[in-house]
Nanobody, 124 residues
Framework: EVQLQASGGGLVQAGGTLRLPCAYS????????IGWVRQAPGREREGVAC???????VYADSVKGRFTIGKDNAKNTVYLQMNNLKPEDTGLYYC??????????????????RGQGTQVTVSS
């Protein structure tokens, strides 16, 4: 059974930094796409960042240059480093993975596997 557990959320001022780790297990394939989605109150879930072997990393336009996704295979953990946070980054962040879908922002909200979210709140 695929398991994804995100953590590291919190309250931070605009311009601040957070790092979200996601511990995963039992991914379907060694090159399964894995990434992050977020959902703000009253808004649809949206893709934030994704990575997959052979496809590199992909980011939403709104976070390019500020967020970085990385993976530590030895620790079975994927990270989302968030710098220069903005109030519009506020939301519930989820770690998500799939078997075969491409690493595209439009696909991330539809991935088969998603763990419990971690709340990120950025104050102005």
């Amino acid at each position: 059974e695929v398991q994804l557990q995100a953590s590291g959320g919190g309250l931070v001022q605009a311009g601040g930094t957070l790092r979200l780790p996601c511990a995963y297990s039992a991914l379907p394939f060694s090159d399964s796409p894995i990434g992050w989605v977020r959902q703000a109150p009253g808004r649809e879930r949206e893709g934030v960042a994704c990575m997959r072997s052979g496809e590199g990393t992909v980011y939403a336009d709104s976070v390019k240059g500020r967020f970085t996704i990385g993976k530590d295979n030895a620790k079975n953990t994927v990270y989302l480093q968030m710098n220069n946070l903005k109030p519009e980054d506020t939301g519930l962040y989820y770690c998500t993975a799939d078997r075969i879908w491409a690493c595209l922002m439009a696909n991330l909200p539809l991935y088969d596997y998603r763990g419990q979210g971690t709340q990120v709140t950025v104050s102005s």
